[in-house]
């Protein structure tokens, strides 16, 4: 396994774990918070896509999804305290909108030589990710980052273990 098959692998499963902590959640279910001070999942999933998108253009110009417009707006830091339900998206529409993030972040991975991953990073994201292949692995973890808060929420709604 080379360096971006280990990469893809680690998005895969990432996925895998998001898709299956969503599976028997409702719309309105996304909208709990796992505890006091945390944001919802609506808005997590919204900011996991929105970096996602922007890390990707970040490494591979043109190559991240088009997501809607005024998406990254309503899941911007100073929207995560928003709990009006008109204000997000349908669990369905967030699971499609992250199977086409993770499309794009293949076909950017998979356009990408290994000396492209060894490339410095963009400016803005060096100082906690210093080269192309590590902003890589960022896409890959960033949604298994917050997926662990989705347990809460999930436990709280008398829900199966779902891995």
């Known amino acids: ?22 599976s028997d959640l409702s719309d309105a279910d996304l909208l ?4 006091k001070g945390c944001n919802h999942l609506a808005w997590q999933l919204g900011h996991v896509l ?17 997501l809607p417009e005024g998406f990254d707006a309503k899941h911007a830091k100073d929207r995560a305290n928003v709990d009006d339900p008109k204000q997000f998206y349908s669990k369905q529409e967030y699971l499609d909108l992250m199977d086409k993030a993770n499309k794009c972040a293949v ?24 080269t192309v292949g590590n902003v890589f692995i960022l896409i890959a973890q960033h949604p ?16 199966p273990v779902a891995i």
């Open 1 to 22: 396994m080379n360096a971006k098959q280990a990469i893809q692998a680690a998005m895969d499963m990432s996925s895998m774990v998001v898709t299956r902590y969503l």
């Open 32 to 35: 709990r918070r796992p505890g």
């Open 50 to 66: 929105s970096s996602s998108a922007g890390l990707i253009n970040a490494v591979a110009p043109g190559k991240g999804p088009q």
């Open 107 to 130: 076909e950017a991975l998979s356009g990408m030589s290994e000396a492209d991953l060894d490339k410095p990073a963009p400016e803005r994201v060096r100082s906690f990710c210093p």
């Open 144 to 159: 298994l980052m917050h997926a662990g808060q989705f347990v809460p929420v999930r436990r709280e709604l008398g829900k």
